[in-house]
Protein backbone atom coordinates (compact mmCIF):
# COMPACT_ATOMS: atom_id res chain seq x y z
CA UNK A 1 0.00 0.00 0.00
CA UNK A 2 2.67 2.57 0.60
CA UNK A 3 3.55 2.61 -3.12
CA UNK A 4 -0.06 3.11 -4.17
CA UNK A 5 0.22 6.32 -1.44
CA UNK A 6 3.10 7.61 -3.19
CA UNK A 7 1.16 6.87 -6.75
CA UNK A 8 -1.55 8.67 -5.38
CA UNK A 9 0.68 12.05 -4.32
CA UNK A 10 2.29 11.87 -7.52
CA UNK A 11 -0.85 11.82 -8.92
CA UNK A 12 -2.21 14.41 -6.96
CA UNK A 13 0.45 16.56 -7.78
CA UNK A 14 0.68 16.51 -11.11
CA UNK A 15 -3.04 16.30 -11.83
CA UNK A 16 -4.00 19.03 -9.62
CA UNK A 17 -0.85 21.65 -9.86
CA UNK A 18 -3.27 23.23 -12.61
CA UNK A 19 -6.28 23.54 -11.02
CA UNK A 20 -4.27 25.33 -8.24
CA UNK A 21 -2.82 27.67 -10.50
CA UNK A 22 -6.78 28.08 -11.72
CA UNK A 23 -7.85 28.70 -8.30
CA UNK A 24 -5.54 31.58 -7.44
CA UNK A 25 -6.16 32.93 -10.38
CA UNK A 26 -10.27 32.57 -10.46
CA UNK A 27 -9.63 34.22 -6.76
CA UNK A 28 -8.15 37.25 -7.86
CA UNK A 29 -10.83 37.57 -10.57
CA UNK A 30 -13.53 37.46 -8.04
CA UNK A 31 -12.41 39.52 -5.61
CA UNK A 32 -11.64 41.95 -8.20
CA UNK A 33 -15.14 41.95 -9.76
CA UNK A 34 -14.42 39.64 -12.50
CA UNK A 35 -15.90 36.39 -13.77
CA UNK A 36 -12.81 34.85 -14.59
CA UNK A 37 -11.99 32.24 -16.60
CA UNK A 38 -12.49 29.44 -14.77
CA UNK A 39 -10.73 27.20 -12.45
CA UNK A 40 -9.97 24.75 -15.78
CA UNK A 41 -7.89 27.08 -17.55
CA UNK A 42 -4.84 26.69 -17.15
CA UNK A 43 -5.54 22.73 -18.16
CA UNK A 44 -6.91 24.37 -21.07
CA UNK A 45 -3.49 26.42 -21.77
CA UNK A 46 -1.28 23.55 -21.04
CA UNK A 47 -3.11 21.48 -23.60
CA UNK A 48 -3.29 24.57 -26.45
CA UNK A 49 0.81 24.53 -25.60
CA UNK A 50 0.96 20.70 -26.37
CA UNK A 51 -0.55 21.62 -29.93
CA UNK A 52 1.53 23.93 -30.56
CA UNK A 53 4.57 24.04 -32.77
CA UNK A 54 8.05 23.36 -30.31
CA UNK A 55 10.59 26.77 -31.05
CA UNK A 56 14.30 26.50 -30.44
CA UNK A 57 15.70 30.28 -30.18
CA UNK A 58 19.18 30.43 -32.43
CA UNK A 59 22.68 29.34 -30.24
CA UNK A 60 21.05 28.01 -27.07
CA UNK A 61 22.06 24.73 -26.35
CA UNK A 62 21.16 21.53 -24.62
CA UNK A 63 20.90 23.59 -21.25
CA UNK A 64 17.83 25.34 -22.87
CA UNK A 65 16.13 22.43 -24.20
CA UNK A 66 16.36 20.65 -20.89
CA UNK A 67 15.71 22.81 -18.22
CA UNK A 68 11.90 22.31 -18.30
CA UNK A 69 12.11 18.47 -17.70
CA UNK A 70 14.45 18.77 -15.33
CA UNK A 71 12.21 21.50 -13.05
CA UNK A 72 9.47 19.08 -13.69
CA UNK A 73 10.86 15.44 -12.83
CA UNK A 74 13.22 17.50 -9.85
CA UNK A 75 9.35 18.49 -8.49
CA UNK A 76 8.09 15.61 -9.15
CA UNK A 77 10.94 13.50 -7.28
CA UNK A 78 9.97 15.96 -4.22
CA UNK A 79 6.06 15.07 -4.39
CA UNK A 80 7.24 11.37 -4.66
CA UNK A 81 9.59 11.35 -1.18
CA UNK A 82 8.03 14.46 0.51
CA UNK A 83 5.09 13.44 3.20
CA UNK A 84 1.72 14.60 1.34
CA UNK A 85 -0.63 11.74 1.33
CA UNK A 86 1.28 8.91 3.82
CA UNK A 87 4.54 9.37 6.14
CA UNK A 88 5.54 5.83 5.00
CA UNK A 89 5.94 6.34 0.97
CA UNK A 90 8.57 3.75 -0.32
CA UNK A 91 10.93 6.76 -0.62
CA UNK A 92 10.13 8.27 2.95
CA UNK A 93 14.12 7.86 3.73
CA UNK A 94 14.99 9.89 1.47
CA UNK A 95 12.76 12.70 2.81
CA UNK A 96 15.42 14.71 4.40
CA UNK A 97 15.17 18.16 4.66
CA UNK A 98 18.61 18.62 3.09
CA UNK A 99 17.17 16.48 0.03
CA UNK A 100 14.00 18.85 -0.68
CA UNK A 101 15.65 21.89 -0.10
CA UNK A 102 18.59 20.63 -2.77
CA UNK A 103 16.16 18.96 -5.45
CA UNK A 104 14.16 22.80 -4.90
CA UNK A 105 17.98 24.06 -5.77
CA UNK A 106 18.63 22.13 -8.75
CA UNK A 107 15.05 23.01 -10.77
CA UNK A 108 16.07 26.83 -9.85
CA UNK A 109 19.70 26.63 -11.25
CA UNK A 110 17.90 24.73 -14.08
CA UNK A 111 15.60 27.69 -15.05
CA UNK A 112 18.61 30.26 -13.91
CA UNK A 113 21.01 28.44 -16.60
CA UNK A 114 18.29 28.56 -19.05
CA UNK A 115 17.41 32.31 -18.99
CA UNK A 116 21.15 32.49 -19.48
CA UNK A 117 21.43 30.75 -22.48
CA UNK A 118 18.92 32.66 -24.39
CA UNK A 119 21.55 34.90 -24.59
CA UNK A 120 18.86 38.16 -24.35
CA UNK A 121 19.12 41.21 -21.71
CA UNK A 122 16.03 39.94 -20.08
CA UNK A 123 16.39 36.10 -19.47
CA UNK A 124 20.02 37.39 -17.89
CA UNK A 125 18.28 39.80 -16.31
CA UNK A 126 15.60 37.58 -14.49
CA UNK A 127 18.34 34.85 -14.31
CA UNK A 128 20.19 36.92 -11.91
CA UNK A 129 17.09 38.56 -9.90
CA UNK A 130 16.38 34.24 -9.71
CA UNK A 131 19.43 33.65 -8.15
CA UNK A 132 19.35 36.32 -5.76
CA UNK A 133 16.33 35.32 -4.14
CA UNK A 134 17.16 31.60 -3.94
CA UNK A 135 20.32 32.52 -2.21
CA UNK A 136 18.07 34.34 0.20
CA UNK A 137 15.19 31.89 0.68
CA UNK A 138 17.11 28.12 0.97
CA UNK A 139 18.99 28.88 3.92
CA UNK A 140 15.87 30.39 5.65
CA UNK A 141 13.67 26.85 4.62
CA UNK A 142 16.68 25.14 6.33
CA UNK A 143 16.83 27.02 9.63
CA UNK A 144 12.87 27.08 9.62
CA UNK A 145 12.25 23.05 9.17
CA UNK A 146 15.37 22.81 11.37
CA UNK A 147 13.84 24.70 14.33
CA UNK A 148 10.93 22.12 13.65
CA UNK A 149 12.78 18.91 13.76
CA UNK A 150 14.85 19.67 17.18
CA UNK A 151 11.68 18.75 19.41
CA UNK A 152 11.36 15.73 16.91
CA UNK A 153 14.81 14.53 16.98
CA UNK A 154 14.49 13.83 13.32
CA UNK A 155 15.48 16.42 9.84
CA UNK A 156 13.27 13.12 7.94
CA UNK A 157 10.09 15.04 7.11
CA UNK A 158 8.31 12.13 7.61
CA UNK A 159 9.07 12.23 11.04
CA UNK A 160 8.20 15.62 11.73
CA UNK A 161 4.55 15.27 10.40
CA UNK A 162 4.00 12.02 13.12
CA UNK A 163 5.65 13.78 15.75
CA UNK A 164 3.15 17.32 15.22
CA UNK A 165 0.40 14.24 15.03
CA UNK A 166 1.42 12.38 18.17
CA UNK A 167 2.17 16.30 19.79
CA UNK A 168 -0.92 18.42 18.63
CA UNK A 169 0.26 21.01 21.30
CA UNK A 170 3.29 21.98 19.02
CA UNK A 171 1.36 23.42 15.93
CA UNK A 172 0.44 26.40 18.19
CA UNK A 173 3.72 26.85 20.12
CA UNK A 174 6.26 29.40 19.45
CA UNK A 175 8.70 27.72 17.47
CA UNK A 176 5.71 26.61 15.13
CA UNK A 177 4.06 30.48 14.64
CA UNK A 178 8.13 31.71 13.82
CA UNK A 179 8.81 29.07 11.74
CA UNK A 180 5.20 28.83 9.94
CA UNK A 181 5.77 32.79 9.40
CA UNK A 182 9.40 32.39 7.62
CA UNK A 183 8.07 29.40 5.72
CA UNK A 184 5.29 31.30 4.53
CA UNK A 185 7.06 34.43 2.90
CA UNK A 186 9.79 32.33 1.51
CA UNK A 187 7.28 30.15 -0.28
CA UNK A 188 5.60 33.38 -1.67
CA UNK A 189 9.13 34.24 -2.97
CA UNK A 190 10.00 30.61 -4.01
CA UNK A 191 6.84 30.55 -6.37
CA UNK A 192 7.03 34.02 -7.52
CA UNK A 193 3.87 35.40 -6.06
CA UNK A 194 3.17 39.19 -5.04
CA UNK A 195 4.52 40.74 -3.06
CA UNK A 196 8.15 39.29 -4.41
CA UNK A 197 6.73 38.89 -8.36
CA UNK A 198 3.51 38.81 -10.49
CA UNK A 199 3.36 36.05 -12.02
CA UNK A 200 0.50 38.10 -14.41
CA UNK A 201 2.85 40.59 -14.97
CA UNK A 202 3.56 42.15 -18.76
CA UNK A 203 6.02 44.13 -17.85
CA UNK A 204 9.88 42.85 -18.72
CA UNK A 205 11.88 45.07 -16.32
CA UNK A 206 9.61 43.74 -13.22
CA UNK A 207 9.56 40.56 -14.22
CA UNK A 208 11.72 37.88 -12.75
CA UNK A 209 10.43 34.25 -12.96
CA UNK A 210 8.98 35.36 -16.62
CA UNK A 211 11.82 36.69 -17.81
CA UNK A 212 13.57 33.84 -17.84
CA UNK A 213 11.09 31.92 -19.69
CA UNK A 214 10.31 34.28 -22.61
CA UNK A 215 12.19 32.44 -25.12
CA UNK A 216 10.33 28.94 -24.40
CA UNK A 217 7.37 28.33 -26.81
CA UNK A 218 5.25 25.33 -27.46
CA UNK A 219 5.26 21.88 -25.63
CA UNK A 220 8.58 23.42 -23.42
CA UNK A 221 6.66 26.08 -22.23
CA UNK A 222 3.48 23.79 -21.28
CA UNK A 223 6.18 21.87 -19.14
CA UNK A 224 7.48 24.86 -18.03
CA UNK A 225 4.05 26.33 -16.54
CA UNK A 226 2.99 22.63 -15.46
CA UNK A 227 6.23 22.52 -13.39
CA UNK A 228 5.63 25.99 -11.70
CA UNK A 229 2.45 24.68 -10.55
CA UNK A 230 3.84 21.98 -8.78
CA UNK A 231 6.23 23.57 -7.35
CA UNK A 232 3.44 26.02 -5.61
CA UNK A 233 1.44 23.05 -5.10
CA UNK A 234 4.05 21.17 -3.17
CA UNK A 235 5.66 23.71 -0.89
CA UNK A 236 1.69 24.64 -0.08
CA UNK A 237 1.30 21.11 0.56
CA UNK A 238 4.11 20.62 2.61
CA UNK A 239 3.49 23.82 4.73
CA UNK A 240 0.35 22.55 5.62
CA UNK A 241 1.42 19.03 6.58
CA UNK A 242 4.07 20.93 8.56
CA UNK A 243 2.09 22.23 10.64
CA UNK A 244 -1.82 20.45 10.49
CA UNK A 245 -0.73 17.50 9.85
CA UNK A 246 -4.36 15.92 10.17
CA UNK A 247 -6.11 13.71 7.96
CA UNK A 248 -2.88 12.41 6.56
CA UNK A 249 -2.07 8.63 6.42
CA UNK A 250 0.07 6.54 8.97
CA UNK A 251 3.54 4.41 7.82
CA UNK A 252 1.02 1.21 6.47
CA UNK A 253 -1.99 2.99 5.15
CA UNK A 254 -5.00 1.38 3.82
CA UNK A 255 -6.99 2.26 0.80
CA UNK A 256 -9.60 4.34 2.94
CA UNK A 257 -6.80 6.09 4.66
CA UNK A 258 -5.26 6.67 1.37
CA UNK A 259 -8.32 8.48 -0.26
CA UNK A 260 -8.69 10.21 3.07
CA UNK A 261 -5.05 11.55 2.71
CA UNK A 262 -5.53 12.90 -1.01
CA UNK A 263 -8.78 14.65 0.09
CA UNK A 264 -7.28 16.14 3.37
CA UNK A 265 -4.51 17.49 1.04
CA UNK A 266 -6.53 18.93 -1.58
CA UNK A 267 -8.63 20.73 0.78
CA UNK A 268 -5.77 22.11 2.66
CA UNK A 269 -3.86 22.60 -0.73
CA UNK A 270 -7.32 24.54 -1.76
CA UNK A 271 -7.16 26.31 1.55
CA UNK A 272 -4.42 28.20 1.14
CA UNK A 273 -4.21 28.64 -2.05
CA UNK A 274 -7.22 30.95 -2.00
CA UNK A 275 -5.48 32.35 1.35
CA UNK A 276 -2.61 33.35 -0.85
CA UNK A 277 -4.51 34.43 -3.67
CA UNK A 278 -6.64 36.90 -0.82
CA UNK A 279 -3.37 38.11 0.28
CA UNK A 280 -2.33 38.92 -3.05
CA UNK A 281 -5.15 41.46 -4.01
CA UNK A 282 -4.51 43.92 -1.30
CA UNK A 283 -0.73 44.14 -1.46
CA UNK A 284 1.70 46.05 -4.02
CA UNK A 285 4.29 44.38 -5.69
CA UNK A 286 7.73 45.00 -4.32
CA UNK A 287 10.49 47.46 -5.91
CA UNK A 288 13.29 44.83 -6.14
CA UNK A 289 15.39 46.35 -3.95
CA UNK A 290 13.12 46.14 -1.07
CA UNK A 291 12.58 42.33 -1.74
CA UNK A 292 16.13 41.54 0.38
CA UNK A 293 14.83 43.30 3.04
CA UNK A 294 11.57 41.41 3.21
CA UNK A 295 13.84 37.98 3.20
CA UNK A 296 15.92 38.91 5.72
CA UNK A 297 12.98 39.27 7.75
CA UNK A 298 11.93 35.83 7.29
CA UNK A 299 15.26 34.60 7.82
CA UNK A 300 15.17 37.06 10.93
CA UNK A 301 11.91 34.86 12.10
CA UNK A 302 13.39 31.24 11.18
CA UNK A 303 16.64 32.16 13.46
CA UNK A 304 14.71 33.61 16.45
CA UNK A 305 12.77 29.92 15.48
CA UNK A 306 16.01 28.27 16.07
CA UNK A 307 16.57 29.98 19.44
CA UNK A 308 12.89 29.49 20.61
CA UNK A 309 13.44 25.71 20.08
CA UNK A 310 16.86 25.61 21.40
CA UNK A 311 15.77 27.25 24.90
CA UNK A 312 11.75 26.06 24.95
CA UNK A 313 11.27 22.45 23.29
CA UNK A 314 10.90 19.85 25.39
CA UNK A 315 12.50 16.32 24.14
CA UNK A 316 10.77 13.96 21.78
Known amino acids: MSYLAGAAQIGAVAAGAPLVVGLTRQVHARWEGRAGAGVMQPWRDILKQLGKQRVTPTGTTVVFAAA ?73 ILLAVFALS ?8 GALVAHTMSHPDQSVSLVAVLAFAALAIVIVAETGRLPVDNPATHLELTMVHEAMVLEYAGPRLALVEWAAGMRLTVLL ?32 VALLAGLLATVEVFVAKLRLFRVPELLAGSFLLSLLAVTAANFFAGPA
Open 150 to 157: MPAGSANL
Open 68 to 140: PAVVAGSTLLIAAIAPLVATGSPLDASADLFAIVGLLFVGTVALTLAGIDTGTSFGGMGASREITIAALVEPT
Open 237 to 268: ALLANLFAPWGIAGDRPGVVDIFVGVAALVAK
